[in-house]
Structure formats: structure tokens, C-alpha cells
């Protein structure tokens, strides 16, 4: 929209200038409490001018004027506060009052400069910024033969499609989620516009409105999802849906949008449990490169995405410590770090891999390429490759690498005196004000509390101070923990 200047810019000095009835008045930048630059100033300089135009025209008031305006002023100070749906005729009484003196003439506000303006530059008349303010009010009257041709002939400006719109929005989506997340997000709201039939590509945003808020959760529900699949598509349409809004695609949200009857009742999520002495014997009877896999996740609570960014440069074999954040919410400033005491037998696993390089990645594929690997490829699709799980399910376990995750943390939760480490055994933000402002972590007590994971289950007293070179054996296991470091691995995991 072009600039109005209300006032003449002196340069070097930082002044403005305006001769108005034969005087010259003048503001200086430092009045204006604005930098010494034109682009900076113009607009307090306006607002500066308006003032103290009306402070000039008003000398020229006849008594009788002065008092119908104090009375007015005062109207419309109590119509600001309590009834502001009397501003417009208040402030209209005022004008004609100020009309009526014979020395002035009502000026329309800024908003309508700014508009004519545009106007006449979109018909390729130029009108200078100096140009008096009186002389554009004559110039862009409402009754000007110019200005109705060009209601009349104007073209309404080209409205994107839903199509369009969805583009613009999943542009912004891929710079702040993460690809999994952002493919999920595209994947739903592409097939509202491939198949339900109640909206298309071709559409124009403005057929959004409350009916089809109701059509698209009737048209969800018939999919049958569960409550979590359900909600989380359920959010993915109302956050476009508020995102047009909010980018002045559709004038009004739908009032219905955030009905909770549209969502489905959450049902809270039985966690599946194990019996210690399953999950013993699962895990020793794995090759070494699956039992490290599922140490890991077992000590220090992580999924297969945790594995795959595992670098060196988080493992302390000689203190025998890993630290570490949770990928999912590693960009959170409120994610914590949390250092991990490493079992013995992890230790001892982790040692026998062939590559240390500091920064470098853990587990690697034969090729030495990434074990798990999320990210946009250059035609904008999503590139998601986890061969940590599809390994771990060709060998028909009667337990998923997730779930070794929930494992520990529910050995904890079961324990009265363990049971406050669950959140940061799993990485997650702190929850009270205690733990965010007051109380510090200290490693003591929560290696403690993985040994406690260990005793539960593996049935060892203190594994991470054995008392001999003896191996520890399980009471409730059918094998022995190897803690004798195994051969040299020649090539690193294969893929």
C-alpha cells in the first residue's frame, strides 16, 4: 500500500515541515522520539500533524462550537468505555460540528487516504506524498465520475483454492514439525481433498462454514479410528481450518469448530506388561547385536529413533555414563539432559563395536549409513527408514523394541521408592514448579534407580558393582549373564 505523507522531510536534521494558512510549523525526529530516518518517522510525524492541525483549526471555533465539541469529547470518551456502538454517530456529530464553523472541512481518516490512494495507483495516476490533504479529499470524492467507473470496471482480485491455501499451509508445517509429523499432517488433509467428496482442491475456502464442519466429523467417525487416531486428525483439520482464518482466507471461523462432541471420548490406554522373567529370557537368549539393542533401551529408556542418533560423543566408557535427550522433544528447551549409569554387560557390548569415532553414530549399517533415518528428500516427500524395528520384527518376539521403554518405566512406577524417576528416566519435561525452579537432579539416587530396573529384571543385587569377575546369574533366568567381552566384531550391524 503506498505511503501518505502528511508532512515535507527535511533530510539532514531529522525534521518535518508543513505550511498550513501561511505559517510554516516544524517537528523535529528527537520530539518524535523516533530515529533521524523518513521511513522510520512518517508515521508518528502523521499522527503529530493531525494534532496539531486540529489544535490550529480549533482557534478559529466560535464559542458555541468549543462548547458542543467539550460535550461531544465528552460522549464519546463514555461511548469508548461502555457503549462503542455509539462511536460512529458521535464521531460523525463531531465532524459536521467542525464542518459547520465555515473554516474547516471534515478530513476522511488515514485508512481512506491509504485506500484512494491505491486505488489511483492501481489506474496508473501518480499522486505526489507532499500533496495537501484537502486537495486529495477534491480529488477522490465519493461522488467522483472517475472513481464509480472504477467500482464499476474493477476486477475482484483472484481468490486462491483450497488447493492453493493447503500448499501455502504445509510450507509453514514443514519448517516447524518434524517429517514424520508433517507427513502425517499432509497425508490427512490431502485425502479430505482427494476423497470425501464434501470438499475438493478446486474449492474455494469460503464453502467452509459450520455445515461442513459437521459433514467432515460425521465423514471421520466413519473410519472408525480409536480416540487417539481420531482426535489427532480431528486437530489436523481445525488447525488449517484456524490457520485461514487467521491468514484472512475465510472472514469468519466456524462457531462449531472446537465442539467437543465432534471429538471421541478418550480412552485411557491399558499399558501392556510383562513378567520379568519373560523379558529375561527374551533378551538373553538374543544374538549380541539384539541384546545390545535392548539393554539400551531397557537402561536408559529409549525407542528405536534414540538409537539410530546415538553418536559417541554421548558415551563415557570410562565412567561408564550416557548422556543423552530425548530426539522427539530435543528441541524443547524445557527437554532435560539426563546422564544414565550403563549396566556392566552394556558396557561390555558397546566396547566390542568395531567404530568409536567421536561425533560419529553407534549403529550403523553394513554400507555405514544411518540405522534410522527421517528427513525430506529434495522433492519435498518424507524419507522415513527404520531398520532397527523391521530387524527386531523378523525375529517374532513376543515383545516389540518399544516396548522394552514402558518396561523399565513401569518397574519404576511399581516400586515406592523408585517411582518419582519415571519422568526422567523417559526424558520428559519436568511437571511441577518444585522441579523447574528449585530442585536440582543428582545422579546418586537415579542410578540407584536403574539398578532397581536391573534387580527386577534380572534379580541382580547391585549390578553395577559386582562383587567378582563371576558373572551374575538370574535367579528367575534360564541363562547366565555374559559379562566376559566377546570377539571383535569385524563389520558394523548389517543393514
Known sequence: MPRKFLMSWEG?????????????????????????????????????????????????????????????DHRIKWAERF??????????????????????????????????????????????????????QEFFGEEKVWRERFQRTANEPDKKTIGECLALFLNEVKEKQKPATYREISR?????????????????????????????????????????????????????????????????????????????????????????????????????????????????????????????????LKENVLTRRRVKTGDLKTTPTVRYKLWPEVVVLLSSLPTKQTGGLVFVTRDGKQMYDSRFTTDDNVLCKNNFSMLWSRRKLPMSLKAFRSIGSTALKTSPLYRQYVELYLGHSTKSIADKHYSAESDKPFWEALDHIHHEIFGSANPTKPKS???????????????????????????
Not at 508518528?44 to 464559542?63: Q, S, V
Not at 476423497?195 to 459437521?214: H, Q
Not at 545390545?292 to 529408556?301: E, H, K, M
Not at 558373572?471 to 567381552?485: F, L, Q
Open 12 to 72: 539532514k536534521p531529522g525534521r518535518w515541515q508543513k505550511m498550513y494558512r501561511g505559517q510554516r510549523y516544524s517537528v523535529y525526529c528527537s520530539e518524535l522520539g523516533t530515529p533521524k530516518s523518513k521511513d522510520e518517522s512518517y508515521q508518528k510525524a502523521n499522527e503529530w500533524w493531525l494534532r496539531k492541525k486540529l489544535e490550529i483549526d480549533r482557534r478559529h471555533l466560535t464559542p458555541d462550537h468549543e462548547a458542543a465539541l467539550r460535550e461531544l
Open 469 to 495: 569377575k563371576t558373572p551374575v546369574v538370574a535367579d528367575r533366568a534360564p541363562e547366565k549373564i555374559s559379562t566376559a567381552k566377546p570377539k571383535r566384531a569385524t563389520t558394523p550391524v548389517d543393514e
Open 188 to 316: 490427512y488433509l490431502k485425502t479430505i481433498l482427494d476423497k470425501s467428496g464434501f470438499i475438493t482442491s478446486n474449492s474455494s475456502p469460503d464453502l467452509i462454514n459450520e455445515s461442513l464442519v459437521t459433514t467432515h466429523s460425521q465423514w471421520l467417525s466413519s473410519f472408525g479410528y480409536g480416540s487417539e487416531h481420531h482426535n489427532k486428525r480431528l486437530s489436523f483439520f481445525r488447525r488449517f481450518v484456524t490457520w485461514l482464518y487467521q491468514n484472512a482466507f475465510i472472514d469468519t471461523l466456524p462457531r462449531n469448530l472446537t465442539i467437543r462432541t465432534h471429538k471421541k471420548k478418550t480412552v485411557v490406554k491399558k499399558i501392556e506388561t510383562y513378567e520379568s522373567k519373560i523379558v529375561s529370557q527374551t533378551i538373553l537368549a538374543l544374538p549380541d547385536r539384539f541384546k545390545l539393542w535392548a539393554l539400551l533401551c531397557l537402561n536408559t529408556g529409549m525407542t528405536s529413533v534414540d538409537l539410530g542418533s546415538l553418536t559417541w560423543d554421548m558415551v563415557d
Open 83 to 136: 457503549e462503542p456502538s455509539l462511536l460512529p454517530d458521535l464521531n460523525s456529530a463531531r465532524l459536521e460540528i467542525l464542518g459547520s464553523s465555515g473554516t474547516l472541512v471534515p478530513l476522511p481518516d488515514q485508512n481512506t487516504i491509504e485506500q484512494n490512494l491505491m486505488a489511483a495507483h492501481e489506474l496508473g495516476i501518480r499522486v505526489s506524498e507532499f500533496t495537501d490533504d484537502l486537495t486529495i
